[in-house]
């Protein structure tokens, strides 16, 4: 696959997508918008082509079958999820449903984002489950967004892919809070 170099992540939408028409985004970025500038900030250009009519974008905490619907009848989108772990029983759900639909869009011939954030989940609970799981998320998605170039190196170790299947959006720097 070959991605742009560019900084910001709707060039590397549109390499994927080019017709792109929707962009998915899990979990409900606007929600962990109000304690981290974080999603804001990642996602500015994509919000900008939203606002400009170029492209809608639907955030949520649990994907919606919708998305294989919608796919399946002609929409050109993205499923762009990040954090992929277990910490209790609700969770491992969610990772199930999550693997099923983005199995099922995939299949559908859908386009899929993983940023991955850690090495590892923080909580490495059921990681003899939630490895495996890892590994098959990451081989099905179209594209592994990282931060920084190690990041390519060492999660290509971990998820065992080419490092061809990555591509790097650095972190987006935004000013701390001093409290």
Not at 102 to 130: C, D, E, F
């Amino acid at each position: 696959m070959a991605m742009t170099t560019s900084n910001r992540l709707l060039d590397h939408y549109l390499v994927l997508e080019p017709d792109l028409e929707c962009v998915y985004i899990t979990p409900d970025i606007h929600r962990m918008a109000q304690n981290d500038p974080y999603p804001t900030v990642l996602y500015r250009e994509v919000f900008a082509a939203e606002q400009e009519g170029k492209l809608r974008v639907v955030t949520g905490k649990i994907l919606s079958p919708s998305i294989v619907w919608r796919r399946l009848r002609g929409e050109r989108s993205i499923v762009h999820h990040h954090f992929f772990e277990v910490r209790d029983g609700a969770s491992l759900v969610n990772v199930l449903w999550k693997t099923l639909l983005l199995t099922l869009y995939r299949m559908a011939g859908g386009t899929s984002i993983w940023t991955i954030h850690n090495a590892y989940p923080h909580q490495r609970k059921l990681m003899v489950l939630v490895g495996p799981l890892r590994r098959y998320i990451a081989r099905i998605a179209t594209g592994l967004h990282v931060h920084c170039r190690e990041a390519v190196y060492i999660m290509s170790d971990i998820l065992r892919l080419p490092t061809e299947k990555f591509f790097v959006v650095p972190h987006p720097v935004y000013p701390t809070v001093h409290i």
